[in-house]
């Protein structure tokens, strides 16, 4: 069946630094590709998204790049801080013909201080 | 407004009981989710409603049943729980199919 690869599933960087967790996605019909970040305890917060026909999207110290032909899409988040501890999920969905939203399996993200 | 909001927080079932999840959104949303988390698996959605008075499966939907009440309610129901429906549940709503999801604080069960 259609599936969301994301790695790595666990990430450790310093206070400052960059992270960068990826997806792959099998399905070629996905065209919304939506960034869960999940904190101990609660439900996964919507933190960027980005559509088929755009490349890059960039919010303040967060981006996703999709790459259409390759299949997959990756978020970066630059000066980490500490408060950026925590779960990151990727998702692909599909809206036409048989709606589909499929996770990756996230990815937990610690930033040292 | 207080988003998605779900009932129970916690439940603890003993095997072959039943109990329902409520799910319900102040944001005017058509479309509603229910997904299970386990540990290493992501978020699989078990149904979701297109809009009021829709319902369809989902990747694991075996086990549950699923009520759109109204436009702002959505519930779930276990009618046999079994040991491997241990999880949290979450639900979620979008304006549309496909649209961002929001997600409400879940529900952790445990099935004895």
């Given amino acids: ?113 | 407004n207080a988003g998605v909001t779900q009932t129970p927080k916690f439940q603890v079932l003993k095997t072959g009981q039943s109990m329902t999840l409520q799910c319900a959104q102040d944001m005017n949303h058509n479309s509603m989710y229910w997904y299970r988390q386990d540990p290493g698996m992501g978020l699989r959605l078990i149904y979701y409603s297109a809009s009021e008075g829709t319902t369809d499966k989902g990747e694991v939907p075996n086990g549950y049943n699923v009520s759109r009440l109204n436009k702002r309610e959505f519930s779930l129901r276990l009618e046999s729980a079994a040991p491997s429906q241990t999880s949290v549940y979450f639900c979620a709503s979008s304006e549309r199919l496909g649209d961002t999801q929001y997600f409400g604080p879940g529900t952790r069960l445990t099935v004895l």
């Fill in chain 1, 1 to 113: 069946g259609e599936n969301v690869e994301q790695h790595p599933s666990t990430l450790s960087v310093q206070e400052g630094d960059s992270a960068v967790i990826k997806c792959t996605y099998s399905d070629s019909a996905s065209n919304y590709f939506p960034w869960y970040k999940q904190e101990l305890g609660k439900g996964p917060q919507l933190i960027i998204d980005i559509r088929s026909n755009v490349g890059e999207k960039k919010d303040q110290r967060i981006a996703v790049t999709l790459n259409k032909t390759a299949k997959h899409f990756s978020l970066h988040i630059t000066e980490t801080q500490p408060e950026d501890s925590a779960v990151y999920f990727c998702a692909a969905s599909t809206s036409s013909g048989t709606y589909k939203y499929i996770f990756g399996t996230g990815t937990r993200l610690k930033v040292l201080a």
